[in-house]
């Protein structure tokens, strides 16, 4: 067994079972046995069972969220947003039942029609991370359910009980028996048996990216399909016309924002020399006055701890390197003194360089570098010249420079004049190290099936 802990005090919340090979054979096979009967219901039969869930996920909303916050330490408001967005992401990916299109194309033969089909992949294995880790169900389960797949869905070791609690919920619906299968465990355990079993057909994968690489490695044995979202190291560009007000409230959101453990947020800034003091200053009042604790004693916090000491001894070591490596502190700086659980400071970083790991390599905590740039061009220069492409932020009053950047800005997403967080119908894909394929809307629904070309000569 796998002991669950609340990482805001240190509590021991349960336990789950480590899945063992033979187990999530079971389950691929379940999947497998069910796969046929489900693709051939109308894909608005199906999505009425999606309907089922999300009613069911709406009913038990309040305690969904109290087991996000105790498990994840995520704060009470957000941990509602997630478990709300889950449900209406499954209604969402529901509306696409009539909607799934092939082609009609043009035949190089008289007399002959060609028909391109889309079809599901079959058996889909969805590997989950913790930072969203109920909104990454329906992530995976939704598209795969809608256009015709069942799925295997294995939630991160940290996080799972949101996970079971799903399971339960779902198994008080009609959903025909293996159409979703849950497996608990370790990634090394659980996660292994799944991304090496032959009867897999679509691997979709959200976590790390050194996870991601391995992934596609062991996916190689048989030739399956992966799906990747990975890290990200999003930076925002802050140029001198900008509404200096709503560039550093954004910033300050999406920063700490789940405790800065989100893969598409705010992770380093360029700002432009004439307004930086302003900006730090403005950066500052709102890093100072946040509210943090532990989410599970009040609903009146901003930031709850993060996920695990492993967390937190990453967070300390990435910003001690900053330290030594010349960056200037402005406030935080440390793990918070709070008598228990794993909280870390909220904390700005001036001085930043290029060289600096710290505006480099993914930190996944509520710390905040920033560095002084000349131009548009230096800061789109300096924000692609990364391993990572997930996304990017610009704040400007200027139509030509917002315009410049999202032309040359090489990441899956842009945001402009607002606060990092992807829309259910946008595509959220990561360029590079970030990822491979991506999620949501048409684009991320299609990722679920193959196509078939059908050639009809009368
Ligand atoms: P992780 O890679 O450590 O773990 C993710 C999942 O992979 C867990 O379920 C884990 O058990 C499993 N896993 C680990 N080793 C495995 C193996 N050998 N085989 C199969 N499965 C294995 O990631 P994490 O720490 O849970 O999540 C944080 C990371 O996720 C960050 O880098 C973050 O940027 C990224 N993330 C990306 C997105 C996105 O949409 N791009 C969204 C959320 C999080």
Redesign the pocket.
């Known amino acids: 067994m796998i002991d669950v802990m609340n990482p805001a005090n240190g509590t021991l919340l349960g336990r789950i079972p480590e899945t063992s090979a033979d187990t999530v054979d079971a389950a691929v096979k379940a999947a497998r046995k069910a796969k046929g009967p489900w693709e051939s219901l109308p894909a608005i039969e199906r999505a009425h069972y999606l309907r089922k869930i999300s009613a069911k996920l709406r009913e038990h909303r309040i305690e969904l969220a109290d087991v996000i916050v105790k498990e994840q330490g995520k704060v009470r408001a957000l941990a509602q947003v997630e478990v709300d967005f889950t449900s209406d992401y499954m209604d969402y990916m529901a509306e696409w039942a009539r909607r799934i299109e092939g082609e009609v194309l043009t035949s190089d033969r008289p007399k002959e029609t060609m028909l391109l089909m889309r079809k599901p992949v079959g058996v889909v294995a969805g590997?989950?991370?913790?930072?969203?880790p109920f909104f990454?169900i329906a992530r995976k389960l939704a598209p795969a359910l809608v256009t015709g797949n069942t799925i295997v869905i294995?939630?991160?070791?940290?996080t799972p009980i949101n996970a079971y609690l799903f399971a339960e919920l779902l198994a008080e619906t009609d959903l025909p028996k293996g159409v979703f299968n849950l497996v608990g465990?370790?990634?090394?355990v659980?996660?292994?048996a799944?991304?090496t079993h032959k009867d897999v057909d679509l691997i979709t994968?959200?976590?790390?990216?050194?996870?991601?690489s391995?992934?596609m490695q062991?996916a190689g044995k048989n030739l399956t399909k992966v799906n990747l979202?990975?890290?990200?190291k999003a930076p925002a560009i802050v140029l001198k016309d900008a509404d200096l007000d709503l560039a550093a409230k954004a910033i300050y959101d999406s920063r700490v924002i789940n405790t800065g453990?989100?893969?598409?947020c705010a992770e380093r800034v360029y700002v432009e020399r004439t307004v930086h003091d302003a900006l730090v200053e403005k950066l500052t009042a709102h890093f100072e006055a946040t509210r943090y604790g532990d989410p599970s004693e009040s609903d009146d916090l901003e930031m709850g701890p993060l996920?695990s000491e492993i967390g937190l001894t990453k967070v300390t070591a990435a910003v001690d390197l900053a330290k030594t490596q010349g960056a200037t502190i402005v406030c935080g700086g440390k793990p918070a003194d709070l008598g228990k659980g794993f909280h870390f400071e909220p904390t700005l970083i001036t001085g930043a360089t290029h060289e600096m790991d710290i505006m480099r390599k993914?930190t996944?905590g509520p710390v905040l570098p920033i560095q002084i740039v000349d131009s548009l061009e230096e800061a789109i220069t300096l924000s692609n010249d990364s391993e990572y492409g997930?996304t990017s932020s610009v704040y400007t009053s200027n139509l030509t420079s917002a315009m410049q950047a999202a032309r040359e800005l090489k990441f899956g997403e842009t945001y402009i004049n607002r606060e990092n967080f992807e829309a259910m119908q946008g595509y959220?894909a990561?360029h590079r190290k970030?990822?491979m394929g991506g999620?949501d809307g048409k684009h991320g629904l299609y990722e679920f099936t193959v196509t078939q070309v059908v050639y009809i000569q009368e």
């Open positions: 590997i989950l991370p913790w930072n969203f990454l294995k939630p991160s070791e940290e465990g370790r990634g090394s659980a996660g292994e799944l991304i994968f959200t976590g790390s990216v050194a996870t991601g391995h992934i062991a979202e990975l890290g990200g453990q989100v893969c598409n996920v993914e996944f997930l959220h990561g970030s990822g999620a």
